[in-house]
């Protein structure tokens, strides 16, 4: 079947676990799941597919033909999309899939549908067996990483490389920055505001503490990623009061110098060691330097930067040559996180992602994917199969 038709048939699909009006789809992404482990019965009868439950109805499918510790190649799919927007559903109600020239237009057509379609029809052409050839669909990417964290927590994986089918513009996407953000309160020290001198401002204290963690956070650098950044998402300060059952709420009276400051802290990071561990501990060093105290009320994200190296990917990087492509890579100075990152500390697996394009039309409304990306992504996944000995 030519890819664009499969991609057609995965779009029709619905794979989004939550709707636009916010409530939850319960089947999730169940249907898709069914549709692809019946093209690959077909397809590829040596492929022995193993269910992971993630929750209710949802599941992780893992396709491969000998345990996933002898794997000699990866390829990662996410069946969740992001919900669908007006241009994307027919009168009906139903999801609308359009080609028009080159581009085929609806909901996940480019992420990560089209990704998808290629390496299926990639598989349905292949006229040797695969051996030592593994592929994970996954659900839930889109939202809260659950079909990842499942993988990650209960499987056993090794290989020398794994590819996520997400859309690329045929570059290679070997890392990404990590993402941190962590709140609580700074706590300084009142006094009458006729005498400042008195107390210690815990506002001010917030600000001062917050350029200094700056530049302890410039230091975490990567040559690819550039340097680590950071932002004060929130402040709230004023004067703590206890309430009768002993929590703290923030008051604000102008007589008094303010004694406590609730603080959010965003980072987006470019090396790995810099998790909110170490980022909480530099950020309670540059509190205490201004006077003040540091009490963590929560974690909200934490995950960290994962970089590839080149130098792992000469394979990869001959197969796209092979297959009549150039060898680029993308700009990470400006990725946001995605879970190739879990996937690649948690198995210590080089792992990277490899797709079709435009990636400018993930999440858009007039999201499509061109057909010609979708064939030049089709040889190239032929080709690593090739280059890493699993036909
Ligand atoms: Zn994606």
Redesign the pocket.
């Known amino acids: 079947m030519k890819v664009e038709n499969i991609a057609e048939k995965l779009i029709l699909i619905p794979s989004f676990p939550v709707n636009k009006d916010g409530k939850k789809n319960v089947s999730g992404e169940e249907a898709l799941a069914v549709f692809i482990e019946n093209f690959l019965k077909k397809a590829r009868p040596e492929l022995k597919m193993k269910k992971q439950i993630v929750k209710g109805r949802r599941y992780n499918m893992v396709f491969s033909s000998r345990p996933l510790s002898e794997s000699r190649l990866i390829f990662c799919c996410?069946m969740d999309t992001v919900p669908a927007k007006a241009l994307q559903v027919g009168k009906n109600g139903n999801l609308k899939v359009n080609i028009v020239q080159d581009r085929v237009y609806g909901l996940g057509s480019v992420?990560?549908k089209g990704g998808i379609a290629t390496l299926l029809s990639a598989l349905e052409e292949l006229e040797k067996p695969t051996e030592g050839l593994a592929i994970i669909f996954y659900c839930d990417?889109?939202f809260g990483f659950l079909g990842m964290k499942k993988l990650t927590e209960e499987l056993e994986v090794k290989a020398p490389l794994a590819i996520f089918c997400?859309?690329t513009n045929l570059k290679i996407s070997n890392g990404c920055r990590g993402l941190i953000e962590f709140c609580g309160y700074i706590k300084g020290k009142t006094a009458h505001a006729s005498r400042p001198e008195d107390g210690r401002n815990a506002i001010f204290i917030a600000d001062d503490a917050f350029k200094d963690f700056k530049t302890r956070i410039k230091s975490y650098e990567n040559l690819d990623f550039g340097n680590s950044v950071c932002n004060l998402a929130g402040l709230n300060g004023g004067l703590a009061v206890k309430n009768d059952k002993g929590d703290t709420s923030i008051e604000y009276s102008g007589n008094n110098v303010p004694n406590i400051a609730y603080t959010v802290i965003e980072a987006r990071t470019t090396e790995a060691v810099l998790n909110s561990k170490r980022a909480i501990a530099l950020f309670k060093k540059s509190v205490e330097r201004e006077g003040g105290t540091f009490q963590l009320d929560k974690i909200k994200h934490d995950y960290s930067a994962f970089f590839t190296p080149p130098i792992k990917l000469k394979k990869l990087e001959k197969a796209i040559n092979e297959a009549g492509e150039s060898v680029l890579y993308q700009d990470l100075s400006n990725t946001g996180y995605?879970d190739a990152e879990m996937f690649s500390r948690n198995f210590s697996i080089s792992s990277i992602s490899f797709g079709p394009s435009p990636t400018e039309k993930?999440h858009a409304e007039d999201e499509y994917v061109s057909i010609k990306s979708l064939n030049k992504t089709k040889k190239v996944y032929k080709k690593i199969m090739e280059n890493y000995k699993v036909l």
Do not use: F, L, T
Request: avoid cysteine; charge should be negative; aromatic fraction near 12%.
């Open positions: 996410h992420d990560m990417e889109e997400e859309p995605y993930s």
